[in-house]
């Protein structure tokens, strides 16, 4: 064992410092080969060679069960690979004791980057209490108990739909896309366009959660006919010269995406999001969202917890969707960080389980990352350079991802290059409010 009891097996850098190997998804919407970052990142941290023909959309970097990250063995021992999740329940005392305390011997956030070539599936994530209803009802879709609040920091231009648009433009829509009136009926859409907008969203909410749930509830074939009227129309607008907005112009794109399918036109509802590298949008429980394309990192409370109901061959939840979504109207709020130093730039959505930090570090510069109570895991994107903790110092390289307990303070010095990394850990708030509390 190292000090505070620690055990040093396994990848252990120093003062408990882990590199780990990281469990890589291929989902069918991913960019394909060498296209995708997922690809290029895990190649680096695993070793394996990137195939030219596979979609590779996510790499994950934590304990969950469905994907979780494994402790590299030492060269020095050779030691059998373990998982994250084990190797803290035999050194549990590396979360710290208040995340021990409130998670128990687990991480409580995943985190991920997305290569996303073909729009995700309109979907949103349980609050706590409906995720452990429906973990009980149907374990087999809904495999964990957990809520799952998220955050997407884009590392390319990134598109997203999220959250319903305002009134106003949700009247627009409806005055202007009669394909709709055709599958919900004149008579809900005059309610809403009836709907003075000095009344507030409060009288909204409970028409557009009527509307919204008679559109993604049509049936099969009305839908095909409905989106294929729509799409038809929008090219030919195009096609004539005519310009398209950007919101039917994704109309289009989708639709060739996902031929015949609701959410093509349930899209409209929806909010357009184009965020730049370095911008992030934060997801919380029952908001509608679904990402389009580019690549991101993104970070979450632990759990596989996802109701869909459009964009996918997955199955479909219509009906936990449409009952559990908040109906909130309006742009979402983007999240541009603020900084911590000079090179760290600090993302805190409003949820515990996590934060994220954004380091850019300029050829041969050093910055530090200050011991915090709770544990963190970095992923190095780009370049390489040296970590120190201690009096210990080892390289790190792209495509690295380290766990690192609690109250350790990291140096990083990058080489004759300029270094990118970013790191997870617990919401600094949550420590916060802990302290006070204690006062």
Not at 261 to 280: C, H, Q, R, T, W
């Amino acid at each position: 064992m190292g000090e505070n009891g620690i055990h040093t097996n396994g990848g252990d850098l120093a003062g408990g410092i882990l590199r780990l190997r990281c469990a890589v998804k291929n989902y069918e919407w991913g960019k394909v080969g060498s296209d995708s970052l997922v690809a290029g990142l895990h190649e680096a941290n695993s070793g394996s060679r990137v195939d030219p023909a596979v979609p590779y959309a996510e790499l994950w970097m934590g304990t969950l069960e469905s994907g979780p990250s494994h402790v590299v063995p030492s060269a020095e021992n050779g030691s059998g690979s373990v998982t994250l999740k084990s190797w803290i329940s035999e050194n549990p005392n590396v979360l710290g004791r208040t995340v021990l305390e409130k998670w128990g011997c687990d991480l409580p956030f995943l985190f991920k980057v997305l290569s996303v070539e073909k729009a995700l599936s309109i979907q949103a994530h349980p609050d706590k209490d409906l995720a452990v209803a429906l973990h009980r009802e149907q374990p087999l879709l809904y495999g964990d108990d957990n809520h799952k609040p998220e955050m997407a920091l884009a590392l390319s231009p990134f598109e997203a739909l999220c959250g319903f648009v305002s009134l106003q433009e949700l009247k627009e829509v409806l005055e202007s896309v009669p394909e709709i009136t055709e599958l919900v009926g004149n008579q809900v859409a005059d309610k809403i366009l009836q709907v003075d907008e000095g009344d507030g969203d409060e009288r909204a909410k409970p028409l557009v959660r009527l509307i919204f749930t008679q559109l993604m509830s049509a049936g099969s074939d009305a839908t095909k006919d409905a989106v294929s009227k729509l799409t038809n129309r929008l090219r030919s607008k195009g096609t004539d010269g005519e310009l398209l907005s950007e919101k039917d112009g994704l109309a289009v794109r989708l639709g060739r995406q996902y031929p015949g399918d609701i959410g093509v036109m349930s899209s409209l509802f929806l909010n357009y999001v184009k965020l730049k590298p370095g911008e992030a949008l934060y997801l919380g429980a029952n908001e509608p969202h679904a990402y389009i394309s580019g690549e991101c990192i993104e970070c979450m409370a632990s759990s596989d917890n996802v109701v869909r109901a459009g964009l996918t061959p997955k199955f479909r939840d219509v009906r936990t969707l449409c009952s559990m979504l908040t109906y909130n109207l309006g742009y979402p709020e983007i999240l541009k960080g603020f900084p911590l130093s000079p090179y760290i730039t600090r993302y805190l959505p409003p949820f515990d389980e996590f934060e994220v930090d954004r380091c850019d570090l300029p050829s041969g510069e050093s910055t530090v990352f200050p011991a915090v109570p709770g544990p963190s895991v970095f992923l190095v994107i780009e370049g390489k350079g040296k970590l120190q903790t201690g009096s210990s110092q080892f390289p790190v390289n792209r495509g690295d991802v380290l766990f690192a307990p609690s109250h350790t303070e990291i140096q990083v010095t990058g080489d004759n290059n300029e270094v990118k990394l970013y790191r997870a850990g617990i919401s600094s708030r949550f420590f916060q409010r802990k302290i006070d509390e204690e006062d």
